[in-house]
RNA sequence: GGGCCUGUAGCUCAGUCAGGUAGAGCGUCGGACUUUUAAUCCGAUGGUCGCGGGUUCGAACCCCGUCAGGCCCGCCA
């Protein structure tokens, strides 16, 4: 079974109803790390409603964090926010310099700026979330019953925590940091409690009562997330590794959810997504992928493979260069397949079975419409990136696709993978050892094993290029021709062909490249080539 | 210091919860096809299940220990 049907099954026998929850903290650019969060909850979901289930897919924005610190990517105006909620300060320019305007006259904050195209890719990837703003859920009283209990309650809170994460809190420590003089919640320290009022003193010296039932404050992280299951009625949570280990976030959470009157929700931990040989991914360090950036490169379909085809607990390496060409070529491999016709096979051993299943299991989970097929386009990611390097204009990659037989006619689907495919060839990501270069200067090295009837086929083959026509049914038919003319197999000549342009073994179909090439420029190489073979 | 996760074929991983003949995909190799060769089809190859003990008729799976990598116990998806 999927691992997302799995953690539908074990809902299902609690229960017909279920909010299953997301959330992430605007602080920064949103990365595919985002997406992980994003998509497990999605996943989830999707399992739960073809179970039967009713369930109520929710993404929360966290809003109400303070910024933690002036980022590379922020202006030294921002040092005045360090401490303030993110949904409550303005949004940086691209100069880094916060846009007052904007946030003056249309109260666009730092949270929506980063939120917004995220949004976006997420809509585009078919995801689509009940949104709930947190700083908007304080400011509109859904957090003030539980905050209430949490501030009477707050000394069995302090010894859950200590007890659990084994830190000690220190002595003025209260479930509520009430936002100061400034509208940070840095550096405050409360003086009393009296509902709803939080009394508090800050560092600048000055004093004041926060009022726990309107958002001028928030409760702390730890308490915060179990505040959150409970009013919104949570009954799953997928979350990152960091807040799954023991003495962690959801370890204290889980019994502080209990103390605050309501049961946590099922957990599930995620394994974290590192960028290829840099490590994880980091906002702070700049070493990211957006989602928008890799939606670039590949359709929705693939990305959500990355996550469908992996289970949550195992940290998935995301390689923009050959590997994004594996996984895509894996994609069009697994929609061709009949999953069912495989699963009526008596002959399947019970292992082989579970495989099918998680395979068909994963796909189901790769539409960007629940419950639509995954299509297979029939081409390639490896053709395509042949195409298109060969090919300028799109209608030329379509009539060849035609003539081939893959294709009867260009569905917008595949109209859209040649764009995105043009896109990651002309990026950095795109892989070297899948573009097409000709050779400027022949490979000593591979002519030199050039045994006396491969030299003949390459006198040949020169000659006869020399003389045809520069198109790719010509060059095509010359190529085999030069090695036929010696009673020798088609196969030699592209051999020749392939190290004597492009220093290789063996290369893609050659005659639509060369087509594409100067005449002059390929023959010039060729006679070169034939010089330096040594006798 | 305490805890969590991971370790299975060259690579990516299933299989561990409910012990019963080591499984996929990719790669590699071979063959077929030949106006193609990063294509397609067919076939083959491949593993002391990190290591050492224990329990058992039987262990990749359960138990104990150990090694390696990652992570958490401030903040982070």
Same mark, same amino acid.
Request: one cysteine or more; hydrophobic letters at 40%; charged letters at 25%.
């Given at each position: 079974?999927?691992?997302?049907?799995?953690?539908?099954?074990?809902?299902?026998?609690?229960?017909?109803?279920?909010?299953?929850?997301?959330?992430?903290?605007?602080?920064?650019?949103?990365?595919?790390?985002?997406?992980?969060?994003?998509?497990?909850?999605?996943?989830?979901?999707?399992?739960?409603?073809?179970?039967?289930?009713?369930?109520?897919?929710?993404?929360?924005?966290?809003?109400?964090?303070?910024?933690?610190?002036?980022?590379?990517?922020?202006?030294?105006?921002?040092?005045?926010?360090?401490?303030?909620?993110?949904? &409550?300060?303005?949004?940086?320019?691209?100069?880094?310099?916060?846009?007052?305007?904007?946030?003056?006259?249309?109260?666009?904050?730092?949270?929506?700026?980063?939120?917004?195209?995220?949004?976006? &890719?997420?809509?585009?990837?078919?995801?689509?979330?009940?949104?709930?703003?947190?700083?908007?859920?304080?400011?509109?009283?859904?957090?003030?019953?539980?905050?209430?209990?949490?501030?009477?309650?707050?000394?069995?809170?302090?010894?859950?925590?200590?007890?659990?994460?084994?830190?000690?809190?220190?002595?003025?420590?209260?479930?509520?940091?009430?936002?100061?003089?400034?509208?940070?919640?840095?550096?405050?320290?409360?003086?009393?409690?009296?509902?709803?009022?939080?009394?508090?003193?800050?560092?600048?010296?000055?004093?004041?009562?926060?009022?726990?039932?309107?958002?001028?404050?928030?409760?702390?992280?730890?308490?915060?997330?179990?505040?959150?299951?409970?009013?919104?009625?949570?009954?799953?949570?997928?979350?990152?590794?960091?807040?799954?280990?023991?003495?962690?976030?959801?370890?204290?959470?889980?019994?502080?959810?209990?103390?605050?009157?309501?049961?946590?929700?099922?957990?599930?931990?995620? $394994?974290?997504?590192?960028?290829?040989?840099?490590?994880?991914?980091?906002?702070? !360090?700049?070493?990211?992928?957006?989602?928008?950036?890799?939606?670039?490169?590949?359709?929705?379909?693939?990305?959500?493979?990355?996550?469908?085809?992996?289970?949550?607990?195992?940290?998935?390496?995301?390689?923009?260069?050959?590997?994004?060409?594996?996984?895509?070529?894996?994609?069009?491999?697994?929609?061709?397949?009949?999953?069912?016709?495989?699963?009526?096979?008596?002959?399947?051993?019970?292992?082989?079975?579970?495989?099918?299943?998680?395979?068909?299991?994963?796909?189901?989970?790769?539409?960007?419409?629940?419950?639509?097929?995954?299509?297979?386009?029939?081409?390639?990611?490896?053709?395509?990136?042949?195409?298109?390097?060969?090919?300028?204009?799109?209608?030329?990659?379509?009539?060849?696709?035609?003539?081939?037989?893959?294709?009867?006619?260009?569905?917008?689907?595949?109209?859209?993978?040649?764009?995105?495919?043009?896109?990651?060839?002309?990026? $950095?990501?795109?892989?070297?050892?899948?573009?097409?270069?000709?050779?400027?200067?022949?490979?000593?090295?591979?002519?030199?094993?050039?045994?006396?009837?491969?030299?003949?086929?390459?006198?040949?083959?020169? &000659?006869?290029?020399?003389?045809?026509?520069?198109?790719?049914?010509?060059?095509?038919?010359?190529?085999?021709?030069?090695?036929?003319?010696?009673?020798?197999?088609?196969?030699?000549?592209?051999?020749? &062909?392939?190290?004597?342009?492009?220093? !290789?073994?063996?290369?893609?179909?050659?005659?639509?490249?060369?087509?594409?090439?100067?005449?002059?420029?390929?023959?010039?190489?060729?006679?070169?080539?034939?010089?330096?073979?040594?006798?």
């Amino acid at each position: 079974m999927h691992w997302a049907d799995v953690a539908a099954q074990s809902l299902s026998h609690k229960g017909k109803k279920h909010v299953v929850s997301t959330g992430i903290t605007p602080s920064g650019e949103f990365h595919i790390g985002h997406l992980r969060e994003i998509l497990t909850g999605d996943m989830i979901s999707r399992a739960a409603q073809n179970a039967g289930l009713d369930v109520d897919f929710v993404f929360i924005i966290d809003s109400a964090d303070p910024l933690r610190k002036v980022y590379d990517f922020l202006g030294p105006e921002y040092e005045q926010f360090v401490g303030n909620q993110l949904g &409550a300060i303005p949004a940086p320019k691209k100069d880094g310099s916060p846009d007052w305007g904007r946030f003056e006259n249309e109260n666009w904050t730092y949270a929506n700026h980063f939120l917004e195209p995220f949004l976006t &890719a997420l809509s585009e990837i078919g995801v689509n979330p009940r949104l709930i703003d947190n700083l908007e859920s304080y400011r509109s009283g859904c957090f003030a019953e539980l905050s209430k209990i949490a501030c009477d309650r707050a000394d069995e809170i302090r010894e859950c925590i200590e007890r659990i994460s084994s830190r000690e809190l220190p002595d003025d420590w209260f479930p509520w940091s009430p936002l100061n003089s400034k509208k940070g919640l840095d550096k405050v320290k409360v003086t009393g409690y009296e509902y709803p009022l939080v009394h508090w003193k800050d560092e600048y010296g000055e004093t004041g009562s926060s009022d726990i039932t309107k958002g001028e404050g928030k409760l702390p992280w730890r308490i915060d997330w179990p505040a959150k299951w409970g009013w919104i009625g949570v009954t799953c949570e997928a979350f990152g590794k960091d807040h799954g280990a023991a003495g962690g976030s959801y370890s204290t959470g889980r019994e502080i959810a209990q103390l605050l009157g309501h049961e946590p929700p099922q957990p599930l931990v995620y $394994e974290w997504i590192s960028l290829k040989g840099q490590g994880a991914m980091s906002s702070s !360090t700049g070493n990211t992928i957006g989602p928008i950036e890799a939606l670039e490169l590949v359709p929705p379909e693939i990305l959500r493979l990355l996550i469908a085809k992996s289970k949550p607990n195992k940290a998935i390496e995301f390689d923009t260069g050959m590997g994004l060409v594996t996984l895509a070529d894996e994609y069009e491999r697994l929609a061709a397949r009949d999953f069912e016709n495989e699963l009526a096979s008596e002959e399947l051993s019970r292992r082989q079975r579970v495989q099918v299943e998680d395979a068909a299991g994963a796909m189901r989970m790769t539409s960007t419409v629940s419950g639509q097929e995954a299509l297979a386009t029939a081409v390639t990611f490896r053709h395509l990136a042949l195409l298109a390097q060969t090919k300028k204009n799109d209608e030329d990659v379509w009539s060849s696709l035609n003539s081939s037989g893959a294709v009867e006619s260009v569905t917008p689907q595949l109209q859209d993978r040649l764009n995105r495919m043009r896109h990651w060839i002309g990026s $950095e990501h795109f892989p070297e050892e899948m573009r097409i270069n000709i050779l400027e200067q022949p490979s000593v090295q591979m002519l030199q094993r050039f045994d006396a009837d491969e030299k003949k086929i390459l006198a040949n083959m020169t &000659a006869a290029l020399e003389a045809c026509e520069w198109d790719a049914a010509s060059i095509g038919a010359s190529i085999p021709q030069a090695a036929r003319d010696l009673d020798l197999s088609p196969r030699s000549a592209f051999k020749v &062909a392939y190290a004597s342009l492009m220093g !290789t073994e063996k290369g893609p179909r050659l005659a639509p490249i060369l087509a594409e090439m100067e005449k002059l420029e390929i023959i010039a190489l060729l006679h070169a080539c034939i010089r330096c073979i040594p006798d």
